[in-house]
């Protein structure tokens, strides 16, 4: 099994940037495609981006040119850089991890997910 800790969400002025991490334990990074996805109150959970085992990235077209996905194999750690937040990123951001199934920022099933960390934009 693996575990999943996110860090680094809080609030932030539109055209503010964040960083999101998030740990893993209990398994490897490597051979898990790794992905972030949001959900605000009220509305759908929304696939972000994600990350394959080889590192190939794939984005959602509301967030391509403003974020980042990258992983440190070594550290067992997943980030998410946001620049240009948009009042409409506001919402809770989770990272997930799964070693079967297409791997790409519109997967919303995941086998492995944390507890989520916050993002407000105003």
């Known amino acids: 099994d693996v575990q999943l800790v996110e860090s680094g969400g809080g609030s932030v002025q539109s055209g503010g940037s964040l960083r999101l991490s998030c740990e893993a334990s209990?398994?490897?990074?490597?051979?898990?495609?790794l992905g972030w996805f949001r959900q605000a109150p009220g509305k759908k959970r929304e696939g972000v981006a994600a990350?394959?085992?080889?590192?190939?990235?794939s984005y959602a077209d509301s967030v391509k040119g403003r974020f980042t996905i990258s992983k440190d194999n070594a550290a067992n750690t997943l980030y998410l850089q946001m620049n240009s937040l948009q009042l409409e990123d506001t919402a809770m951001y989770y990272c997930a991890a799964d070693v079967y199934g297409v791997c790409n920022a519109n997967r919303l099933a995941w086998r492995y997910w944390g507890q989520g960390t916050q993002v407000t934009v105003s």
């Open positions: 990350i394959s085992s080889g590192g190939s990235t």
């Open positions: 209990g398994d490897t990074y490597k051979r898990y495609c």
